[in-house]
């Protein structure tokens, strides 16, 4: 009977609903009933959906996107980091010691001071004096507080309050990683510091939860709704227990999936009794924050990178694993079910997967599409991507990474650097793969733009050759990445699909990539209810 009829909880009207479900047409409308997506039409199709009780917004020619997802973020370092000094832009020393100064005079007693290291730009070689500032010069910028400028990857500076505090992380440094007199940090001390920071107790919870409240907030302002976590080494559990915590808080708004990271350099036996033992195993966990993946960190970044014989002869000495144990990981994923997922940045780390999986595979074990994934694959072949595909092994993307360090990529790997984040290659081989951030800049349209443009930091060409489609580019941080995680009911705006989504002024798919940074959302939904909204 009509009168039985059920209302939605809401309707939105009149804009643009862009559903990145090939199966959904365009429509103008959108209906929401318990956190999901009921119906997708016309205002006039959709109208007699809405009854007493329903919210309506009428969106005047807006567009409605689904929220994004990050599917390599650390949030718990970017609610650090989203607060800390860019200098990026710094020119000198006096500019550099001038925002030092201007951040203590509003800091809180004790706290620390610290720069984004992550930024491009951010440089001794860019500063007048080419190199960074001094403890002295610190100590009278900062007075009493802690001063870390981290630069990465490898060079820090040190005022006196911070190195007393970090008394214990520097005992045991030789010359050549830590002097005292200039305060300077060099070498692989600079991360055991720089990741130091960020553990607790160095900041008490009722901050950490701040940061994060923060961060969350900032974050809705990009548009991103869920976030996959990959986890600071051997750091799952209080990961946990501080999403847990603010979850529980409504101070964050964010879906987050946290993998559990084995820290490559303890004894693996140790560090999988240590996961085997955690809080929580993967899928564990509720539609707020989930357990997700067991991540392995198979070769370093640019330096570090385990790269082809042909490329780079004896490279294998960058393997963070052996075989046998990258097997016994994948294995027991492939037994209990659980997602694997694997750092790789060169095309030996890639080959060692995609062996590895086939080596099991014929051994009997099973994995589903997607189960295992790589991250990061800078150096992926159409070969390994043909691999990747017989296989099942799902693929995520940072495109700020190789837009932030364009110089340190092109330093190390040289020409080979030319031959990097294949994206174009990837679409065309027909290949599905996810985006993230896992740098600075955080937010997907940044990403999204970069993969587009091709533009690196300093304007330099990361080879056009490569470039996504606008649609292709957004489709990384909605649909692909749903995909990527085994949420089909994430990424996209479709009957039974999670409501998360973002309401936008200007459609970004009809403007320009190159501004696409400077886009805001009027609004930012997640499971139907409103948490973001400008009141501009």
């Known amino acids: ?232 080494p051997a750091g799952f559990d209080a990961a946990w227990q501080l999403y847990r915590a603010a979850a529980d808080r409504d101070v964050l708004a964010q879906r987050v999936l946290l993998m559990n990271r084995f820290d490559w350099r303890g004894e693996f036996d140790a560090e999988l009794n240590r996961v085997l033992h955690s809080t929580a195993l993967p899928g564990d966990g509720d539609d707020r924050l989930r357990a997700w993946a067991l991540k392995l960190v198979l070769d370093g970044e640019f330096t570090g990178a385990w790269l082809r014989p042909a490329e780079e002869p004896g490279s294998d000495r960058n393997a963070r694993y052996s075989p046998g144990e990258l097997r016994t990981v994948l294995r027991l994923c492939a037994e209990r079910g659980w997602p694997a997922c694997v750092h790789a940045m060169g095309g030996g780390a890639i080959a060692a997967v995609t062996a590895a999986v086939r080596e099991l595979r014929a051994e009997g074990a099973a994995f589903t599409p997607g189960q295992v994934s790589i991250a990061h694959a800078f150096l992926i072949t159409e070969r390994d991507l043909d691999a990747c595909a017989e296989l099942g092994i799902g693929i995520s993307v940072q495109p700020a990474l190789a837009y932030t360090y364009v110089r340190e990529m092109r330093a190390v790997w040289g020409p080979l650097a030319e031959q990097a984040v294949p994206f174009g290659t990837m679409a065309r081989h027909g290949a599905r793969f996810a985006g993230g951030s896992d740098t600075h800049p955080c937010d997907p349209l940044t990403g999204a733009a970069i993969a587009v443009t091709r533009k690196a930091w300093d304007g330099s060409s990361l080879g056009e050759h490569e470039a996504l489609t606008p649609h292709q580019a957004l489709s990384l941080y909605t649909r692909e990445a749903g995909h990527h995680i085994g949420l089909r009911d994430v990424g996209v705006l479709a009957p039974g699909a999670v409501a998360d989504f973002v309401v936008w002024p200007e459609n970004p798919l009809g403007c320009a990539p190159e501004g696409w940074p400077s886009l805001r959302p009027a609004l930012v939904a997640v499971g139907g209810r409103p948490v973001w909204m400008d009141h501009d």
């Open 1 to 232: 009977m009509e009168g039985d009829r059920v209302s939605v909880d809401w309707l939105l009207t009149g804009g643009e609903i862009v559903s990145f479900d090939p199966a959904t047409p365009a429509s103008s409308a959108l209906a929401v009933t318990a956190g999901r997506v009921v119906a997708l039409g016309s205002d006039d199709e959709l109208a007699p959906l809405a009854g007493p009780g329903t919210r309506r917004t009428r969106l005047g020619g807006a567009a409605v996107l689904p929220g994004f997802c990050d599917t390599h973020m650390h949030l718990e370092k970017v609610s650090h980091e989203l607060s800390m000094l860019a200098l990026g832009d710094a020119r000198d020393i006096a500019d550099v010691c001038e925002r030092v100064r201007e951040r203590a005079a509003d800091a809180a007693p004790g706290a620390w001071i610290r720069c984004l290291g992550d930024a491009g730009g951010w440089h001794e070689s860019n500063l007048a004096e080419g190199r960074l500032p001094t403890r002295a010069e610190l100590d009278a910028a900062a007075g009493d507080h802690p001063v870390f400028l981290y630069r990465r990857p490898d060079h820090g500076a040190l005022n006196t309050a911070a190195a007393t505090a970090l008394a214990g992380l520097l005992a045991d440094a030789g010359d050549g990683e830590w002097q005292p007199d200039t305060g300077h940090l060099y070498g692989p001390r600079v991360r055991l510091v720089n990741d130091a920071l960020y553990r607790p107790g160095v900041h008490e919870r009722e901050q950490q939860l701040d940061l994060l409240a923060r961060a969350s907030r900032r974050l809705l302002e990009m548009g991103v709704t869920t976030v996959v976590d990959p986890g600071l």
